[in-house]
C-alpha cells in the first residue's frame, strides 16, 4: 500500500485524543475507531438528555 498524500495523513489527528489517524476512513470521521465508537455513544446520551428536557420544557409552556 502506497499513499501518495501520506504527508497530509500524518498530520490529520483524531479530535478527540489527538493520536495521528493512519486509515483513510478514520480521516474522514475526524476520530479513530475508538474514539468513533465513544463519540457516538456521547452523541446518543446528549440526544436523549434534550429529549428529556424538552419533556420538562413543554409542560410549563402550555400552562402560562
Ligand atoms: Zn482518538
Known sequence: MAFRSRK???RVKCKR???PLKTL???EIGYGP???KKQ???D???ERIQITLDEI???EQ???
Open 17 to 19: 485524543c489527538s493520536k
Open 8 to 10: 497530509g495523513l500524518d
Open 57 to 59: 420544557v413543554e409542560p
Open 44 to 46: 446518543a446520551e446528549f
Open 40 to 42: 457516538a455513544a456521547e
Open 62 to 64: 402550555v400552562a402560562q
Open 34 to 36: 475508538i474514539c468513533v
Open 25 to 27: 476512513k478514520s480521516i
